[in-house]
């Protein structure tokens, strides 16, 4: 399993992992990030259920097939796994998922049906998108522990491909990309906007 | 007292007080650690009283028995260790103690009788807790620095074995795990759940 | 390219980098740096377009003239490389020119001509300012991708000699300084002013 | 000026600074920092004015006598270096003196004519308190550009022995200690409490 490439996969994933628990978006054993390996058929690399993310090497890593059966690495999958081989399944141009939980975006995620952001530069940091006078619509989901049922809303939502992540209410951010680097790129774009949400929304001269 | 066993002990203990000092958890000389070494007869590696949390080495840390006699190294044992003491006495299963100070729990503190959070999937870090269909109750202790009092107030409260730690007003919370990485890991939940109830209740549209 | 002096320039322009990234000021592919190389003719040393700001290294920046031609260095300049023109053309004494996004600046940005400081110490980092009682004045700038346009504002906009930054509303800071130590110093001085001004607005009390 | 016990003193000094930059509470040139190399007669060990605080390293400091004159080391002394000379004249057990901008500490000197902080078992981190029952007094004097009248304020206001610190409005701290170890605490022991009470009085529900 390890090969140069694997290793390749496993720092860049482990970096970015290691930069989210400095910023306090992957506390404890929150969050999960994977990415393809291959797609036909698929095989992705996953984190081990139960790590603290911040701490996480070459041993961390599982690879899956798509019915989540364990073909290299140790450990078991998180039950999140499932939201993954959905999002993978579904768009196929993803190379890389990544999950997620920050302060703000929880506070986002408390009464909203979804969060929209809309008139700032930092909107451009997502794929595709080549001006701030655009409206990002980041729907919420319930949250639940029926992950089967979760990913089948899940898989409904992801027909509407103008989304570059979705939120669990009260639970974590999804996010993805064509390659690590890039669904990197918009947990750290989200993760700024939300702030900036949250900050405006709390001021006295809020709607 | 340098067997391998226990300096990996101490790398554990360093390593969480570098990480909450880096998050300004442990400012000062705030904070302490302990792990069980032995439990018959009980045996506790803890910090040496007065020292900075941040720059923590071997030699911070001291070995006592359930007098809190020193076995071994240099130091006195902080005033705050009949806590510890008391947790190990009266939780079979508890491997490690740690106590921090944060400005978002102080603030909780303040005049609440206990911290009560609901319906975070954050929760589920917690040793035991499998759905974010929980609330986690952090009992608010009075503060005060005759500690044989508090230490018998704490061992009336630890008589309800569903919680996960307990804040000492104004000053600091202790939580604890079966070893250092749960203790730690708890920590780092009711951080992030204090952080994020704080916000919330500062926001104009807060109960 | 690769000469001794590049080298310090691409190093002090790759530290500032990476200590915004570690602030969460240049998070994604946002924010942009460049240095003079030479004044007669116009040289610029920049940062390459889509780059990550955090992890910038010697192969990460452009040597390019006044026409914005590449001279040396590989990928193509950021389509906001016009503004770094414009200040460098018209501004004689400038050798550095630094572009961050921050949240509090943001913030700040959303409905104000332009943000006003006043009365603090922190003032006196800014080139020229001895003393606190000194209003510092950040013109907010309409965001546009017409780069073209936007820059024909900013050259209008540098007839005032007294400033010594602008702001693009809802994107981001650019700010100078005849040295990329004193450009840096410039940021540093805005953001912990801008995070007064912020915080102090959202309090009940303020005006 | 190279002696082991002297580029000890540098060390610690230049480790405080390291730590305050990164935590945003020297940015830019501000901030300054010393300690006593001899007290019969007065010498002091005190950064160069003008300098990045979180980039210092032996060549940073000055020895200075107690008129300020130069005895060892490059550069000259910030105007600020009176204050740090009072405080060593008129406390005769203050080995260091530091000095440092914060947003929280900043906020909290606008409209105060002191920061009383009562109750919080962080304050048993200043030197002789043994007890959160206590009240400590930072007492805010107006800033000023005229550093000999200021210092004369601070001698009149040092008669009071209590305080461990004192604000200058909208500028930054002052507090000491016996040593290095002990000034460094002191700092942190504030920062801790100037952010808690920033963050109670700026709540909806505060006095």
Known sequence: MKTAESTKTYTELADAAREFYRRGWVFGTSGNFSMLASREPIRITITASGLDKGRLDDTSFLEIDADSNILAGS????????????????????????????VWGTLLSEDRGAIEIEGYEMLKGLAGVTTHEHTERVPVIENTQDYTALSKDIETLLADTSIHGFYLRRHGLYTWGETVAEARRHVEIFEFLFEVLGRSSGRPDSP
Chains 1, 2, 3, 4 share one sequence.
């Open 75 to 102: 450990g078991k999958p998180s039950a999140e796994t499932q939201i993954h081989q959905t999002i993978y399944r579904r768009l196929p141009n993803v190379g890389s998922v990544l999950h997620t939980h920050s």
